[in-house]
């Protein structure tokens, strides 16, 4: 295979490493980044890496290739201005993020904002999201005191969210 074939886009933007990362086949995903570690780079026409597939889609293995061959490649953001882990909690991918966070590689991904000033904190205190939220709250650097774009905390995202009522 021909190094244009390896990193040609097809309709949707995407390259073969964008479908290799959806199966939980490393060999293939090694064979590709061994061939043109470009491809890791290389955003589908939503602005997603294959990263942001592999971890959507727990191939925690995966992802450890992609970060072994491109270790930045974490830093990328797609249309939306999120990194992917702020992608993975938007998409309420939250066990997915619990397992991903572990990437020593994606560890200053943590308290980065996205393009409304959210932080992964405000992200999951908005969803409401206990398990996301008390290991966040574990990790080093966070701030409690960021405000996002709004002026607000992730304290007070908490405190806005209201469950949803059901009438007897």
Request: proline content about 5%; hydrophobic content about 40%; aromatic content about 4%.
């Amino acid at each position: 295979m021909q190094h244009e074939d390896i990193v040609k886009k097809d309709d949707f933007g995407r390259t073969a490493l964008h479908y290799s990362v959806s199966t939980p086949n490393p060999a293939v995903t090694r064979i590709l980044l061994g061939k043109a570690h470009t491809l890791a780079y290389l955003p589908d026409k939503d602005g997603r890496t294959p990263l942001f597939i592999a971890a959507a889609l727990k191939h925690r293995r995966i992802v450890k290739i992609i970060l072994k061959h491109c270790p930045d490649c974490g830093e990328l953001r797609d249309l939306k201005d999120q990194n992917v882990l702020q992608f993975l909690m938007a998409n309420r991918k939250h066990s997915a993020l619990l397992k991903v966070t572990k990437h020593p590689e994606l560890e200053g991904l943590l308290t980065e904002s996205n393009g409304d000033g959210n932080t992964l904190l405000h992200l999951a205190a908005a969803a409401h999201h206990i398990p996301a939220l008390a290991f966040l709250l574990r990790c080093k650097g966070i701030n409690l005191e960021a405000r996002n774009g709004d002026g607000l905390t992730a304290l007070d995202l908490f405190q806005q969210w209201e469950p949803l009522s059901v009438e007897v």
